[in-house]
């Protein structure tokens, strides 16, 4: 189970999407260098609002490139960068991988995956409708996220586009992500 990096994105003011860029430093305990959602307590504005101490579980922003296609058959046309994610990923189901998953790209860097990204009214403000698409309800009334996964960074380290990811899995009983 292993993947690729597509594209990496970052800005420095809080804008919806983010620029793609040749490569992006991720800082053990921060997040990305140079992002506005860098920090050791949490940056999004809405999780700020309603308690800023608290830990920032939201440091990289992952997208798998897979659900472009999968909206671009409803209508909508996303590329890497444009749901505010810092790094674009193919060929892994992000979705799939439980709590706790630690995710190895390139020659060092490492994250461990925290949750699921809760997609917001912001979506629907960078193309309307988007927003369900993203996030729905599966056959048993359970709320479906597609928007990616949150993660921290336990290891810093430079990543570009073509780098591998590889993926290892928790030990023990493995738990489905929850949003973050």
Known sequence: MNG??????????????????????????????G????????????RVAQDPDQPNLRQVHLVHEELFAEVADAGFRVGAGELGENITTRGLDLLGLPTGTLLRIGEQAVVEVTGLRNPCAQIDGFQHGLLKQVVGRDGSGRTVRKAGVMSVVTVGGVVRPGDAIRVELPQGVHRPLERV
């Not at 992002?35 to 809405?46: I, L, Y």
Request: hydrophobic residues 40%; glycine residues 8%.
């Open 35 to 46: 992002d506005v959602h860098a920090g050791v307590t949490v940056k999004h504005r809405s």
């Open 4 to 33: 690729v990096v597509v594209a990496v994105s970052r800005n420095e003011v809080y804008s919806f999407t983010k620029p793609n860029r040749e490569s992006i430093t991720l800082l053990a305990g921060l997040g990305v260098e």
